[in-house]
């Protein structure tokens, strides 16, 4: 059974830096998109951010200039780099990835204090 296994959550203060780590496991023919939602309190997820198979990036506006995705293809693996954090960060952070269609992360848990 495919599954992603994510790593890296944790709690910083304000101002700090996490890195988190999604990695496919399990047997897979195809590795498409990948990316990260978030958990908004009270509404759907937010899409945080976006990658594509070749590298191509997109970012929700809430997190431009603090937050990088990338992606290591023979690894299987997305990773968000978060920067310059803030006490609104705080949530639940979930990734996903593409293949003969989307499996989804169990969430990690990421919480910044002020």
């Known amino acids: 059974q495919v599954q992603l296994v994510e790593s890296g959550g944790g709690l910083v203060q304000a101002g700090g830096s996490l890195r988190l780590s999604c990695a496919v496991s399990g047997r897979i023919s195809s590795l498409g998109g990948m990316g990260w939602y978030r958990q908004v309190p009270g509404k759907q997820r937010e899409l945080v951010a976006t990658i594509t198979r070749g590298g191509s990036t997109n970012y929700a506006d809430s997190v431009k200039g603090r937050f990088t995705i990338s992606r290591d293809n023979a690894k299987n693996t997305v990773y968000l780099q978060m920067n310059s954090l803030k006490p609104e960060d705080t949530t639940v952070y979930y990734c996903?990835?593409?293949?003969?269609?989307?499996?989804w992360g169990p969430g990690t848990q990421v919480t910044v204090s002020s």
């Open positions: 996903y990835a593409d293949t003969w269609g989307r499996i």
